[in-house]
């Protein structure tokens, strides 16, 4: 299929993350431009859509109302749907003499469908990151104030159960951005579009791609460790508890029983 896109001068790339995950699998090859990414067009002008698994679509040249439409299609394949999705959005300049990203907008040669495809993965890519640094960053303040708490008391208020649900949030996060949005690598177009690397380069620096992936899985690291501390010096606390419940019950034991013998003694 051939790309109208081509011919345009000035487009605009706007990307949404609608959910954790879209299905692709119900898209057929031959209604498609390419398959890796997913791409394909969503109105009669020839504007596209670039289709991500981890739930982003980027549409390059789709007006409002198309947009709105095909987006509202894309819902019966959402996993876990955002009542807000994030929106990120970039200019991009046909026919100049360099390739590359300047004061946030994208310079390019020639319009083509790997260029395209390059720039949706670069923004795809940057939207993950911002919804998972709003999560991580929620955690933050949330276990600041326990990891305070056992500085200054010595104790963890907090049962083992919720802090354990906050690892397993930080797990699901970094399996997403590793399994799903694979962040630190880069996309596949490269593999047959190598002139292209210079391209998704500059696109990973106006992002900070790589900066911010590894201070996520820093965070992650942390607050993660933070709360597996946390949560055992709470089952310590509660071992101890039951230590001393095993030492009452003995106790107890032996008070009735000298009770009986004083009273057999006194009959």
């Not at 067009?41 to 198309?66: S, T």
């Not at 965070?219 to 419940?245: C, F, M, P, R």
Request: charged share 25%.
């Amino acid at each position: 299929m051939e790309l109208h896109l081509k011919n345009r001068q000035d487009l605009k790339a706007r990307a949404l993350l609608l959910g954790d995950r879209l299905d692709l699998k119900l898209f057929k090859i031959a209604d498609c431009l390419a398959t890796t990414p997913l791409t394909l067009e969503v109105d009669a002008e020839g504007g596209i859509a670039v289709l991500f698994r981890y739930g982003v679509v980027v549409l390059f040249g789709v007006k409002d109302l198309d947009e709105v439409r095909f987006v509202e299609s894309l819902k019966p394949l959402l996993t876990n749907p955002y009542v807000a999705p994030e929106i990120e959005e970039l200019e991009i300049h046909a026919g100049r003499s360099s390739i590359g990203v300047q004061s946030g907008a994208v310079s390019l040669d020639d319009v083509s469908l790997e260029k395209l495809q390059v720039i949706a993965d670069a923004l795809s890519k940057n939207l993950v990151l911002t919804l998972y640094e709003k999560k991580v960053a929620g955690e933050f303040d949330k276990i600041e104030p326990l990891a305070q708490e056992l500085a200054t008391h010595g104790k963890v208020s907090a049962g083992s159960r919720k802090l354990l649900s906050k690892i397993g949030s930080m797990l699901l996060i970094e399996h997403r951005m590793v399994g799903r949005a694979e962040i630190g690598d880069k996309p596949e177009t490269l593999w047959d579009n190598p002139h292209l690397e210079g391209l998704y380069a500059s696109l990973e620096d106006e992002f900070e791609l790589m900066e911010r992936q590894s201070a996520l899985d820093r965070k992650l690291g942390l607050i993660s460790d933070t709360a597996q501390t946390l949560a055992d010096v709470w089952d310590n606390k509660q071992l101890h508890k039951l230590e001393w419940y095993v030492i009452g019950l003995i106790v107890f034991e032996i008070v009735i029983s000298l009770v009986e013998v004083i009273n057999k003694f006194l009959h």
